[in-house]
């Protein structure tokens, strides 16, 4: 099970990502931040990162707040942007198309289920993640 957020102190600002890993009585976080980005970047980054740190092909449940994510996979835009050559349906640049990208290799890797959770609903492992990704904001911070 993969729990993932991204959290940004404006936009364009500082921001962090997290992913928590959950294989059986295993729990492993990973995080980051950059001094720069966006909320949907970290968003993307924060999947990203939780199923590349996960070794192997596996059955993967993610969990994420993000309808940005969420909605590509579960309307399978990113195959319609790769058939338009990566433009959207305003005929403009995809944006963030090199996270895209990477987030699909990882998704071809692993079988990922994706579970949409509301955000700041009470969800206390959606919560910690959330922690997680906004203490890694103050890593860039000076």
């Known amino acids: 099970m993969l729990y993932t957020d991204g959290a940004c102190s404006g936009n364009p600002g500082p921001g962090g990502w997290a992913a928590l890993i959950i294989d059986g009585d295993v729990e492993r976080e990973v995080s980051g ?11 993307l980054t924060a999947a990203i ?7 192997g092909a596996r059955r993967v449940l993610l969990h994420t707040d993000s309808a ?12 319609r942007w790769e058939r338009a050559g990566w433009m959207g349906a305003n005929r403009k640049p995809v944006a963030n198309r090199d996270l895209w990208e990477r987030l699909i290799a990882e998704t071809r890797r692993h079988d990922v289920v994706w579970h949409k959770v509301r955000g700041h609903a009470g969800e206390p492992l ?3 993640v959330d922690r997680i990704a906004r203490r890694a904001i103050d890593t860039v911070r000076a």
């Open 33 to 43: 931040a950059e001094r720069q980005t966006t909320n949907q970047r970290m968003e």
């Open 49 to 55: 990162e939780g199923l590349a740190a996960i070794p």
């Open 68 to 79: 940005y994510v969420m909605n590509c996979f579960r309307d399978r835009w990113w195959e």
């Open 126 to 128: 959606n919560e910690r």
